[in-house]
Structures are given as C-alpha cells and as structure tokens.
C-alpha cells in the first residue's frame, strides 16, 4: 500500500502503550507538534525555517531545533542541511538563533543537547581536493569540490544571536590509508581500526560520510554517530580536551579522538567482507538510557536499503563489548562485538516495513521501542514480544521533494507524561 493511500491519524492505541507525548516535525514544515496518545496535537511550535531535522523538547520547557540556512551554495539545501539552531520556549517566543554555516562548515541532520545546557551540532567541514589528494585519498574518487568530513562542535549560548566553541571533534584527524606510502597516515587499515579509511566510499561525492545522527551517554561521556554512507557507527570520546582530541592518547577511555567503537561493517576495518555487513544505510544510533530495560545498550534503525536478503527495514540493539575504563574490547583482526543483536524487530512480512531513507526508533521506559518509519511518516510502538500497540500515521502533508514523500518525517520521541517539562502546562 502507498503511503499517500493509508488512513491518517490514529489507527492504534492500546493500553500497552506507553502513557507520554510524542513530539515530532514534519519535513519541510514551519512547526514542531507535539501528541497524545490518542493523536491530539496538545501543543506546537512555530518556526520561520524548515527543519534540518531533530527537534527536542529540553526538561525545562525549552524546544531545540535545528533547520536551514538557504542560500550557502557550497553546501546547497538539499534534505538533510541544516547550517542553524534555534530555542524556543514552551509558549513559542525565540530565545537562541545560532547560525553555524560558512564556507567552511555547516551544520546537517542533527543536534544533541547536553546535561550542561550545551548543544552538539554536527556538521560538515569543508576540505579542498588537493587536501583530500595530500591525505592518501584516490584522485580519481575525488570531487572538484572537494570533500566534506563531518566534525562535532559543542556551543555554549552566550547570547540571542551568539554562541562560543567550547570543544571540537574532527574526523580529518583520525584517518588512515594504504593507498598512497608517500602521503600522511600509510598503515595497514587492518591493523588500525581506531581510524577511518579515507578511501571508504570512493565515489566522488562531497557528502563523503553522510553522517545523520548523534547520540551523547552522559554516564560514559561518549558520543556515537551513525556514518550512513559507510554503513557503520562509530562511538567517539567526549571527555577529552579538545587538543587531545586530535590525538590518539588521553581521555577517560585512553584513546585520545581515535574511535573506541565501530559496528556494522567490518570490511571498513578489513576484518570481515560483505557477507559480515549487518547495516544498511542506518539512521538513528542511539544508547538505551539508563534505568530503561536494556541500560547502555544501543538501538539503530537499519534502513535495509540493499539489503542482500531484499529491501526491509529492521531495528538493531546490540550490546556493546565495553571495558570499565569505557574502552570497548578489540580482538585484532576480529570484528567489534557482538556477532548479532541482542533483540530485533521486522515486521511479519519483512518487506511490509520499509523505510529507504531518515527514520529512527527510541527504547521506552516500559520496555517497549517507539519506531518512526520515516519515509511514510508512520509512527508505532511494539512491545519487547513485537506486538504493535499504538499506530500514528502523519497526517501532515507537503508536496513532495526528490525522494521525500507528502507525510515524511525525519524522528520522533516520546516524553513521559511525567516529564519536567509539562509540570503546570495546559495539554488538553
């Protein structure tokens, strides 16, 4: 069935499902809505900008958003670029309109609030071809633009308009190659998966990484993004400084801004072929909070896109092999653990959930795992036996935009009923 040919709206609430609000924002929409469970629309957010695509509601009332800044050409305004951020409070006034887009860089996809009130923001950076040439990357996969590592920043507000760098993360500082042994970082791939191949993904496309999430474990002040293009995520260490960070040493975890964990490809590492492939253009890496059934664990959305077996979508949680200094155990030459995931769901007819493109799930504090089947704007809720217990398919429409369809949304989440930010507010 088309998307445009299922009912909209609430098609299933059971008293299995967890009692909360889901906030969500259409692609290509102005506001921010947030739901019942019956599918009221309680209360909503209205922007000047489109999204660009996350949005969280913050424990004092706050809603975060990023969304676009048009007109910078070097990095266009296709889907996911972003370039702002923006707060506003619970009644809708503008508090922050951080911009962060130049020649340089630009913010995409998405951002994470911090415990400190702090934002990360994703973001490209801009790297000229002979740079990529200088690295070890293959001339002839090289764009004329250049290409587009991602890097992570944290701002802290410092006022309406402005915002300070308070630390920095860039994957141009963590790379090997074997393709050239007269330009920096020749090694074995093999031996160095603390490191990013920058011969991955040789098609000749600026968009080099296509990272399209970022997740923070405050408890291990780690961070994990989700690398669609390389079909991998990668977990990355907060704690340490900002200079350390370009480095291999130092850190809680020891490693400096190397990767301490990578799962979903091994071949990127040559420790597996395609055969070992287990994600495919993944969305949505993020931890299972803690005191939630499966506590530091991590949940992905994977798209399926070519997928060996057919075209289906399923979500992953695995359990990653972590030490208790917060480094991960690596065998060399053996992929990241685990083999497999520690609970899956797809649908009973694989092929009836499929989303090629955005989309994300989210571990419940019950137990159950809220999913957005992004491409269709279909949200729905299972339970650890994968019974669906509530449905909501987007009934907000938009005109469709390349491969984005009239209801599409990029994620959803669901704040408890409880939750800090609806103390005193009107939701009925």
């Not at 509601?57 to 889907?79: A, M, Q, T, W, Y």
């Not at 509530?390 to 469709?400: D, H």
Request: net charge negative; glycine share 8%; with cysteine.
């Amino acid at each position: 069935m088309l998307s445009q040919e299922l009912p909209r709206g609430l098609v299933t609430n059971d008293p299995g499902a967890f009692d909360g609000y889901t906030l969500y924002t259409p692609l290509r929409s102005t506001e921010t809505l947030l739901l019942n469970l019956e599918g009221k629309v309680v209360h909503k957010w209205v922007s000047e900008h489109h999204p660009s695509n996350a949005a969280y509601l913050l424990p004092n009332g706050d809603l975060i958003r990023s969304c676009k800044v048009l007109g910078n050409e070097i990095f266009g305004s296709r889907g996911p670029s972003g370039g702002r951020v923006e707060r506003f409070d619970w009644d809708g006034n503008r508090l922050w309109e951080f911009v962060y887009s130049s020649d340089d860089f630009h913010q995409h996809h998405d951002i994470e609030p911090l415990p400190n009130g702090n934002i990360l923001i994703l973001a490209w950076e801009r790297r000229s071809k002979a740079e990529a040439i200088a690295m070890g990357r293959n001339p002839e996969t090289v764009s004329d633009r250049g290409m587009f590592p991602d890097i992570v920043v944290e701002v802290k507000q410092t006022g309406p308009k402005t915002g300070a760098i308070v630390w920095e993360w860039r994957t141009w500082d963590h790379l090997v190659q074997d393709f050239d042994p007269t330009k920096p970082n020749f090694d074995d791939v093999g031996k160095r998966p603390e490191r990013i191949d920058i011969n991955l993904n040789p098609r000749a496309r600026p968009d080099w990484m296509h990272t399209n999430a970022i997740d923070y474990n405050p408890e291990l002040d780690q961070i994990v993004l989700s690398c669609r293009s390389f079909n991998e995520i990668i977990v990355i260490d907060h704690s340490a400084t900002t200079e350390i960070t370009k480095t291999s040493a130092g850190g809680k975890a020891g490693r400096g801004g190397d990767i301490l964990y990578r799962w979903g490809n091994p071949a990127n590492y040559r420790a597996g072929d395609a055969s070992d492939q287990t994600l495919f253009s993944q969305h949505d890496a993020r931890w299972v909070q803690s005191g939630q059934p499966g506590s530091g664990n991590l949940t992905i959305f994977n798209n399926g896109t070519n997928r060996p077996d057919g075209q289906y979508s399923s979500i992953e949680e695995i359990t990653p092999p972590i030490l208790p200094n917060g480094s991960y155990r690596i065998t060399p030459g053996s992929p990241f653990a685990p083999a497999t995931p520690s609970w899956r769901y797809v649908a009973p007819n694989p092929s009836d959930f499929y989303s090629s493109f955005i989309s994300g799930a989210e571990r419940l504090p019950n137990g159950n795992t809220l999913i957005c089947s992004g491409a269709e704007g279909i949200f729905f809720e299972v339970t650890a036996d994968k019974r669906v217990v509530w449905q909501y398919n987007n009934p907000v429409t938009r005109p469709p935009v390349g491969p984005e369809g009239p209801h599409s949304v990029f994620r959803v989440t669901r704040y408890p009923r409880d939750y800090p930010a609806f103390a005193g507010k009107n939701l009925n």
